[in-house]
């Protein structure tokens, strides 16, 4: 069966610090993959998803990047973070091209800037 | 564009009571459509999804879901709700091309002993 992972669960960063959030699908080839991320009391926002290695589509003009090094690794980075960067962000993955495709998510990160 | 709509912020229900979780879209072709649950601090699980055919949709933990075209509604129902049942609720839409689903902004769910 497909699992995936995200990692760290919690991280509280200063402002102005890096970035670096991972997520590994297994169980699976090809998988569309997706950052979301919500801010508190707000739904999901698409940050990036991505239909294959080194394809990534940017939904939020912001100041993080996605990458995909690997076939199911999807990485969340910024190299300077702002306040407005805290929430809760969600890797998620999917198969198939078409729009009915299910996506399944991770357990989420917490990111808090201070 | 596509878009979703859940008109409730927060709803609270005794348990044992019933309940209906209202989602509305707006999409130019036939609807993909999906219920996921957010435990708090947890990712979303998936309740159950619209593609075609019956319109009353089975899904996980007694939910169900209608899907009526002419209303453009998609809205979530159990009979009996369970203080586990306290949660956060998504109605989405699958969107085009792009693989993506379009999230409403949720509805949060309290259950009263």
């Known amino acids: 069966s497909q699992t995936i992972h995200q990692w760290p669960a919690t991280l509280v960063q200063p402002v102005g610090s890096p970035l670096s959030l991972e997520c590994t699908v297994e169980?699976?080839?090809?998988?569309?993959l997706y950052w979301y991320r919500q801010a508190a009391g707000r739904g999901l926002q698409l940050l990036f998803y991505?239909?294959?290695?080194?394809?990534i589509s940017s939904e939020v003009p912001q100041n993080l990047s996605a990458s995909r090094p690997q076939d199911r690794q999807f990485i969340l980075s910024s190299k300077k973070l702002l306040l407005s960067d805290s929430g809760f962000y969600l890797c998620?993955?999917?198969?198939?091209?078409?729009?009915?495709?299910?996506?399944?998510f991770g357990e989420g990160s917490w990111l808090t800037v201070v | 564009a596509q878009s979703v709509t859940q008109p409730d912020i927060h709803i609270t229900v005794s348990e044992g009571a019933s309940l209906e979780l209202r989602c509305n879209y707006s999409?130019?072709?036939?609807?993909?459509l999906f219920w996921y649950v957010q435990s708090p601090g947890q990712g979303l699980q998936l309740l159950l999804k619209?593609?075609?055919?019956?319109?009353l949709v089975q899904g996980i933990k007694g939910f169900e879901a209608e899907f009526k075209r002419s209303q453009s509604s998609f809205n979530l129902r159990k009979p009996s709700v369970h203080w586990s049942d306290a949660a956060e609720y998504f109605c989405?839409?699958?969107?085009?091309?792009?693989?993506?689903?379009?999230f409403g902004s949720g509805t949060q769910l309290t259950v009263l002993p």
């Open positions: 991505s239909v294959g290695i080194g394809q």
């Open positions: 989405a839409v699958g969107s085009g091309s792009a693989r993506q689903l379009t």
């Open positions: 999409y130019g072709a036939t609807p993909y």
């Open positions: 998620a993955w999917s198969v198939g091209s078409g729009r009915g495709n299910t996506i399944y």
């Open positions: 619209y593609f075609s055919g019956d319109t």
């Open positions: 169980g699976t080839s090809n998988p569309n």
